[in-house]
Nanobody, 128 residues
Framework: QIQLVKSGGGLVQPGGSLRLSCAAS????????VAWFRQAPGKDREEVAC????????YYTDSVRGRFTVSKDTAKNTVNLQMNNLKHEDTAVYYC?????????????????????WGQGTQVTVSS
């Protein structure tokens, strides 16, 4: 069973930065699409970013573009989400997910239904 383990998260002031990492076992992340989602209290889950296997262009939802960066560390078999200039509205539980059904996809999807393995959520709180 594929397991995704996340690290990072926590409490940060507005304008600060955090880095989330998602490590996988039993699968090599570089060959698959990986996405980040988040869910704020009382709100639906929303997509944040995704990155495919060989397409070097990650995709971001409009609210985080220019502030967040998703990347793969092939040496560590992790996918990272660098979050800069954090805002109150970024407060949420963040999830990483992988689509292990498709190997070497050309593009990643921002649709949660496309992802079949999910990591445990990690809380990110932006507060002064």
């Amino acid at each position: 069973q594929i397991q995704l383990v996340k690290s990072g998260g926590g409490l940060v002031q507005p304008g600060g930065s955090l880095r989330l990492s998602c490590a996988a076992s039993l699968i090599t992340l570089r060959y698959y699409a990986v996405a980040w989602f988040r869910q704020a209290p009382g709100k639906d889950r929303e997509e944040v970013a995704c990155i495919s296997s060989f397409d070097p262009t990650p995709y971001y939802t409009d609210s985080v573009r220019g502030r967040f960066t998703v990347s793969k560390d092939t040496a560590k078999n992790t996918v990272n989400l660098q979050m800069n200039n954090l805002k109150h509205e970024d407060t949420a539980v963040y999830y990483c997910a992988i689509d292990s059904k498709k190997i070497a996809p050309e593009r990643c999807s921002m649709k949660a239904a496309e992802y079949n393995s999910w990591g445990q959520g990690t809380q990110v709180t932006v507060s002064s």
